[in-house]
């Protein structure tokens, strides 16, 4: 295999080395280059650089440009760079002229880093609109946009939602019982918690501190000494 790198390597350098190369041949070529810091050397920094290369010459046929803009947003948003991802998810959508919702959910994710929490609500949105089966994160994502923003209501709101559409989560219900005493509503805390408790899905020790230490704050005693008694 290594061979096979080497020889690949050889022969795209020598297109770019090629004068009479044209920006078609170029940008293949640096694509090629990236496709193997990727795979052989899995140099994140090179793949970037390389595909990035292969982008400005504007030149690749349409389908394999807008796969390189999406796997270079991507790329970026793994490292950090999600300013970059943002830019090229935006050039994305205009050139292709089309949404897809890991597009969206990228985009999502680097805005939330960003901390423009109601762009990135938005973002998640569009994700979960256009998506056949959501992610679970993105749900989560949406829950932590206003969570953040001490926007407990509408927390509320996304994640009684976001339940109804992945009822078995854990994620999703233990996040929501936080967010059921921060907008002040313990007692549904304490019911949400309990049932997902009596259904099998709280067991390990932090699940089921969550749902004693939610007895006592609403002044339950007898039923947190049971939980701690059965845990």
């Known amino acids: 295999y290594h061979e096979k790198y080497e020889e690949a390597e050889q022969n795209v350098n020598d297109v770019l080395a090629d004068a009479k190369a044209n920006d078609y041949e170029k940008a293949m070529a640096s694509l090629g280059l990236?496709?193997?810091?990727?795979?052989?050397?899995?140099?994140?920094?090179?793949?970037?650089?390389?595909?990035?290369?292969?982008?400005?010459?504007?030149?690749?046929?349409?389908?394999?440009?807008?796969?390189?803009?999406?796997?270079?947003?991507?790329?970026?948003?793994s490292e950090e760079k999600y300013a970059d991802a943002?830019?090229?998810?935006?050039?994305?959508?205009?050139?292709?002229?089309?949404?897809?919702?890991?597009?969206?959910?990228?985009?999502?994710q680097s805005l939330y880093r960003l901390e423009k929490l109601d762009e990135a609500a938005a973002a998640v949105r569009k994700a979960i609109a256009?998506?056949?089966?959501?992610?679970?994160?993105?749900?989560?994502?949406?829950?932590?946009?206003?969570?953040?923003?001490?926007?407990f209501a509408e927390a509320v709101v996304e994640g009684e939602a976001a339940l109804k559409v992945l009822p078995?989560?854990?994620?999703?219900?233990?996040?929501?019982?936080?967010v059921y005493?921060?907008?002040?509503?313990?007692?549904?805390?304490?019911?949400?918690?309990?049932?997902?408790?009596?259904?099998?899905?709280?067991?390990?020790?932090s699940e089921i501190k969550q749902l004693y230490q939610l007895y006592n704050f609403g002044e339950r005693p007898l039923e947190a000494i049971k939980v701690i008694e059965d845990g």
Request: hydrophobic share 40%; aromatic share 8%; proline share 2%.
């Open 130 to 151: 256009l998506s056949e089966k959501p992610n679970e994160g993105w749900y989560q994502l949406l829950m932590a946009c206003y969570y953040e923003q001490d926007k």
């Open 34 to 77: 990236a496709n193997i810091a990727n795979d052989r050397d899995d140099d994140v920094a090179k793949v970037l650089e390389y595909t990035k290369k292969s982008l400005d010459l504007n030149a690749l046929p349409n389908v394999t440009h807008f796969g390189a803009l999406l796997q270079y947003a991507n790329l970026s948003m």
């Open 181 to 205: 005493i921060q907008a002040e509503q313990p007692d549904k805390a304490v019911a949400l918690l309990s049932a997902a408790y009596q259904s099998g899905m709280m067991t390990t020790e």
């Open 168 to 178: 078995g989560s854990k994620a999703i219900t233990r996040l929501l019982g936080n």
């Open 86 to 108: 943002v830019t090229t998810i935006d050039q994305w959508l205009v050139q292709s002229g089309t949404e897809k919702d890991t597009a969206y959910a990228i985009k999502a």
